[in-house]
């Protein structure tokens, strides 16, 4: 495999190798195994969903219904596109793309393993913008447009409404998050992602752990702005079915459906992979300053494989707590919601800020 | 203090976060029909079936139905080989669209073992056409038999 | 159907002249339990009126028990309240009773009650499940329906149907209990109140359902009196109020329980009430069990059972929903003259616009689930 990426940089020359070729040959890989994911996860909220209510899950679509994602994408994808006849066409079409694609384009700052001199390959993250962090926030809010463009194309007032819930939703729930985003930026005093899981690791404990018990309440408070912002339960009032009507989806039918659906888990999953990033240590299994414990290495696996190993297990671990949620909770009510996020969420995530940057001023 | 202790702390949702948690490790109570089938209780009051030979043509079922679905005809005939009256059933007919299965025909019948009874133990009438099952006549009632595992002694 | 407007509401004045909306909350919807219309006048997402419309499961039951002798109508009684059968069989069945003056074997009435109270528990499962899943909870849908299958079985075995039961007839019982159901009842009575524990630790504790159904759906107790309100809605009002122990039929003045009342008027108590209906019933059962007489199970009765010419009778029950009354006259030939059923729904479903007015339409929602509705009952 080295040998055909030297004949490669060869050939091509550097600049072409090290700005076109690899990023292109990364975020291809990335898109792949970014979009099984997101398929996966559904099908795995069903099952565990079902597993949680004494249920089995789907199980008929292959064995243990492993295939049942491919059933559902080629059913979507056959159903019949129906696009209103008032609604406005283009931004009909537009808006699940708004939704999926600036959730996706988070992903090329995530740093999901070590950089090419510590794993000796090349770099696992598709790129290292120093201001990776506010990247992200930027990305996430550009997701709400999707949201209130897809209800209010729909010509459908019931739609615009759920539209604009949800996207006040969205928006009155960013603020907490970004408060919250603030403290691990205080610990690390970077804004770079790969410059905070370094941060992480040079400071040898997570920063969930970090200045406790700031950094545990700044965790706390980005999850459940989190799951306030990609619309679930116990969040998802917008999108119940025993409300009004279905939200800002009504209309959509097919593929399309199917692309605000994804928006929705790719959502999920961003978030769940900027927590760890953040908060559990990015890609360094635990305990990575331990010598004793290296055998959690994996050094078995090439490269820096272990690492992403790493990163995605404690992803998945997210996304069961997600699915858990989703299980246990009800639902609050729109106005109980914002109440929330206003009144108590924003104060928790002052009071994080605050008090980190006062521990932080007072151990310099 | 508890109590405010208990609000900061979540710990009522942290409780029922437990309580699913439990539940992933439990059996689970899926049946996977069409592999496996809830067992019918004996006097389950499925579909019926009539017993010609039993029958004394003596209407009562007809009578006690609550939505009078079921039609009999019978006339009396001199058999040949007895040289007695007796009844014959002409028509025998049961318009199942109706039937609410409430067993009140099953209970009417005088005779010991009854003829008309429902413990066939079947519930799955479904056809494939629309003219099935839906009229049953006299023959069609006799020969009943969609869950051929039980035996007439079983099932009567 | 004719449809009759609601009473005209003046329009607010408000700074920016908002107007009210009619909605319509269809009779296809998943949150009504039915086929329930609903027309909604609301300002925003405030309800000003609630004005409901029902008739669309109208199958003539009334009618229809005119056509058919006393004892053939006791299917048709099962598909009123069809969640919760045995009730509606016995308040039936203890009218003609009470019309042709038939005293009940004790055997009989023991097995009535144990039947009852089983039915109440099955009735309440199925209502915490759907109020559950409309606020949003979707697990105790799951939980409480797999100890309802386990009492459906145990209905199964002792009359032949799980849901339409048709399991009492005037005079007694049709059927004696089958060999070893005793056992499996005490059993299922044994294991039920860790589920309920269960089904508590999810949701009474829990903040957001808390906070879902606190102060929602507020009926005072003065109006529930007024519109005849029955069953756990009164009893959540303050009102204490059970024809089981204000006017006993069957065992129930042989056996020992308690009626939870609740006094803060509003869902979460209804809730609390509810739950705590299932816990006494639980006893109620244990001590059926017991008490259990041997003996005869059906009353001497006539072939053809004849109501007395010129006499009528009211006989009502306490079911899982409230009051279930049966009003039969008799005219002397085998078919009742007129059959005029009381059915619980109906009046709760009354009080429904008192109870959301003001509210958000995700409170309609919870109040719905806590009128605990059923609409084979309120069209009959």
Known sequence: ?364 | MKRFLDKIMLLDLFAGLGITFKHLWKRKVTIQYPEERMEPAHRFRGMFRLDEDRCIKCTLCARDCPIDIIYIDWHQEVNPETEKKEKLLDRFDIDVQRCMFCGLCEEACPTKPKSIWLTTKTYELASYERWENLYVDMEELEGWRVRPEYTDEEVA | ?380
């Open chain 1, 1 to 364: 495999m080295p040998g055909v990426l030297t004949a490669l940089h060869d050939s091509l020359g550097a600049t072409i190798f090290y700005f076109v070729l690899s990023p292109a040959l990364k975020i291809a890989i990335l898109l792949i195994l970014v979009l099984t994911l997101i398929a996966y996860t559904t099908f795995a909220e069903r099952k565990i969903l079902g597993f949680l209510q004494v249920r089995t899950g789907p199980n008929r679509v292959g064995p243990w219904g492993v295939l049942q994602p491919l059933a559902d994408v080629a059913k979507l994808l056959v159903k019949q596109d129906i696009i209103p006849d008032r609604a406005v066409r283009w931004v009909f079409v537009i808006a699940p793309c708004l939704v999926v694609g600036p959730a996706l384009v988070i992903f090329s700052v995530i740093p999901f393993g070590p950089s090419a001199e510590l794993s000796g390959a090349f770099n696992w993250f598709i790129t290292d913008v120093n201001v990776g962090l506010l990247f992200v926030v930027a990305m996430a809010t550009v997701g709400v447009y999707g949201i209130i463009l897809g209800g209010w194309a729909s010509n459908n007032k019931f739609s615009l409404l759920g539209g604009l819930r949800s996207a006040a939703q969205m928006i009155s729930y960013e603020v907490p998050q970004g408060f919250a985003l603030v403290v691990p930026l205080l610990m690390a005093g970077t804004l770079s992602l790969t410059g905070i899981v370094d941060a992480q690791f040079d400071q040898g404990r997570w920063f969930v752990f970090g200045f406790f018990p700031f950094g545990l309440l700044a965790f706390f408070i980005y999850f459940v702005a989190g799951v306030a912002e990609s619309n679930r339960n116990p969040f998802d009032l917008p999108e119940a079915e025993s409300e009004l009507v279905a939200g800002f989806h009504t209309e959509y039918s097919g593929m399309r459906f199917a692309l605000f659906f994804l928006g929705e888990y790719a959502n999920m999953i961003v978030i769940s992979a900027v927590a760890v990033t953040l908060f559990l240590g990015g890609w360094h299994r635990p305990f990575a300053n331990v010598e004793a414990l290296s055998f959690l290495d994996l050094g078995f696996l090439p490269g820096g494989m272990s690492s992403f190993v790493w990163f995605t297990l404690k992803l998945l671990c997210f996304l069961f707590v997600y699915i858990w949620f989703r299980g246990t909770f009800p639902r609050y009510r729109f106005d109980q919601l914002m109440d929330l996020g206003w009144k108590w969420m924003i104060p928790a995530s002052l009071i994080a800020v605050s008090g980190t940057a006062l521990v932080k001023i007072l151990l310099a």
């Open chain 3, 1 to 380: 159907m004719t449809d009759h407007e609601p009473d005209s509401n003046p329009q607010p004045e408000t700074l920016f002249g908002v107007e009210e909306m009619e909605l319509n909350f269809g009779p296809q919807h998943p949150a009504t339990h039915g086929v329930l219309r609903l027309k909604l006048t609301i300002d925003g997402e405030r309800i000003n009126d609630c004005y409901p419309i029902i008739g669309y499961l109208h199958r003539g039951t009334e009618k229809l028990f005119e056509l058919h002798p006393f004892f053939q109508n006791v299917p048709h009684t099962d598909r009123m309240d069809y969640v919760a059968a045995a009730t509606n069989n016995l308040a039936y069945v203890g009218a003609v009773e009470k019309l042709l003056g038939m005293t009940v074997p004790p055997r009989a009435r023991y097995i009535r009650t144990l039947l009852s109270e089983l039915q109440r528990i099955s009735s309440h499962l199925l209502w915490l499940a759907t109020h559950a899943i409309d606020i949003g909870a979707m697990t105790p849908f799951f939980y409480t329906f797999r100890e309802r299958e386990q009492i459906l079985d145990m209905f199964e075995e002792y009359c032949g149907a799980r849901l339409t039961l048709n399991c009492m007839r005037p005079g007694g019982q049709p059927f004696d209990l089958p060999v070893g159901w005793v056992e499996k009842v005490g059993a299922f009575n044994e294991a039920f109140p860790e589920k309920v524990d269960e089904y508590e630790g999810l949701l009474t504790e829990n903040r957001i359902w808390k906070k879902r159904t606190v102060g929602i759906g507020i009926l005072p107790p003065e109006v529930a009196l007024d519109y005849g309100v029955t069953g756990p809605m009164l009893r959540g009002s303050g009102i204490q109020w059970d024809i089981r122990k204000a006017m006993p039929y069957e065992a129930y003045d042989e056996v020992d329980f308690d009626v939870p009342v609740s006094y803060n008027c509003d869902t979460y108590d209804r809730y609390l009430v509810r739950m705590e209906e299932m816990r006494q019933s639980v006893r109620i059962i244990r001590q059926c069990l017991e008490k259990l007489p041997d003996g005869p199970i059906m009353a001497k009765r006539p072939r053809v059972l004849k109501g007395p010419k010129d006499s009528d009778v009211y006989h009502s029950v306490e079911g899982p929903k409230g009051e279930i009354g049966f009003y039969i006259v008799g005219d002397g030939t085998p078919n009742p003259y007129r059959c005029r059923v009381r059915p619980p729904s109906f009046y709760n479903i009354e009080v429904l616009p008192e109870m959301v007015r003001g509210g958000l339409i995700a409170d309609l929602i919870a109040v719905i689930g806590t009128t605990d509705i059923v609409l084979g009952e309120v069209d009959r």
